[in-house]
């Protein structure tokens, strides 16, 4: 929500020059002398290693800091600590779980603050996933992506990605799980100027159809597991699986941004079969990070 269509075109074109730079053995050096604090309030596999990988490729330096292990476990406040940061570092990725945390450490750190997931959005996710999808399909504009499951943190920037890249959206979602409005309302704006359009439904086969990709998540995000058994009760039929994939586009692509939970989002055939292009996706994430790193940090 932070950038320019322009500026969502430049980073996805400056990944690729990245991957490629670093596919042939090179060091670009671009964060060289920058130090680039990781705090992490939540687990992950993927944002965490990625960036880290990336700081390092780019000739920076990274510090892990879980928030556990920092005095915010024992309350000081995060403006308290986003004070300090921004004397120690050059920059910042964060996954928290409130949005105003983010807001909090861009305001009294002063640094480029990276969002590594919060409970509104993925930002860094939907660059690897419309980076991804440029590799595969080799354009974006015009290309149909149905998202299956819930209107959460990575279908709301999914949605301001695709209006940014001209694409086609489609929701399929049961009814009260719907993406935020803010978002909404955001994503219908840019699609005006980039020919994007979107359609938000509760029934995943008419999603699905013709789909060029088919895009799910969890049911259930970190944090949610109070909600486990009435997702998993409200979600049924929201699946990837063989029938769905058989409505889509013959060349049709699966992704899910990791991580999976096979037989309930997605079936283990769906995941592994020869659709998906969830493994290069997630590859993606590190060169999605370089691309970003550059654009904030370089
Ligand atoms: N896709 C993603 O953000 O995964 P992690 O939670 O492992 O970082
Ligand atoms: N929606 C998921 C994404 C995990 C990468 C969550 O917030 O847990």
Redesign the pocket.
């Known amino acids: 929500m932070d950038i320019t269509t322009d500026e969502f075109t430049a980073i996805l074109k400056k990944t690729a020059e990245l991957k490629a730079e670093i596919k042939k053995g090179k060091q670009p050096d671009v964060l060289k002398g920058k130090v680039v604090a990781m705090l992490f309030e ?9 960036f880290e990988s990336a700081i390092l490729r780019l000739c920076g330096k990274a510090v892990y800091l879980p928030s556990a292990d920092l005095q915010l476990k024992r309350g000081e406040p995060v403006k308290d600590t986003a004070r300090m940061f921004g004397g120690y570092f050059d920059g910042l990725v964060a ?1 928290v779980y409130q949005h105003k945390t983010i807001r909090e450490l861009v305001e009294f750190s002063g640094l480029s603050v990276i969002n ?2 919060c409970n509104k959005a ?1 930002p ?2 939907a660059i ?1 996933d419309l980076f991804t999808i440029m590799e595969v399909k080799k354009d974006l504009k015009g290309r149909k992506l149905a998202y299956i499951g819930d209107g959460n943190n ?1 279908c709301n920037s999914l949605l301001l990605a695709c209006a940014h890249s001209g694409m086609h959206i489609s929701v399929a979602r049961p009814e009260g799980y719907d993406p935020d409005a803010v978002f909404l309302a955001e994503a219908s704006k840019i699609a005006k100027n980039t020919g994007a359009t979107i359609e938000i439904t509760t029934d995943p086969t008419w999603a699905a159809k013709e789909a060029d990709i088919l895009y799910t998540d969890t049911w259930i995000s ?1 944090g949610e597991d109070a909600e486990k058994e009435k997702k998993l009760r409200d979600f049924q039929g929201y699946q990837i699986n063989e029938g769905l994939i058989g409505l889509a586009a013959k060349d049709v692509s699966v992704m899910h ?3 999976a939970y096979r037989e309930l989002e997605i079936t283990e055939q769906a995941l592994e079969g020869s659709h998906s292009v969830v493994w290069q996706q ?1 590859e993606n ?1 590190m060169y999605a990070a370089c691309g970003v790193l550059d654009f904030f940090l370089g």
């Open positions: 939540k687990p992950s596999t993927r944002t965490r290693a990625s996954r590594g997931l993925h860094t996710q690897c990575v970190m941004c990791l991580p997630g994430k």
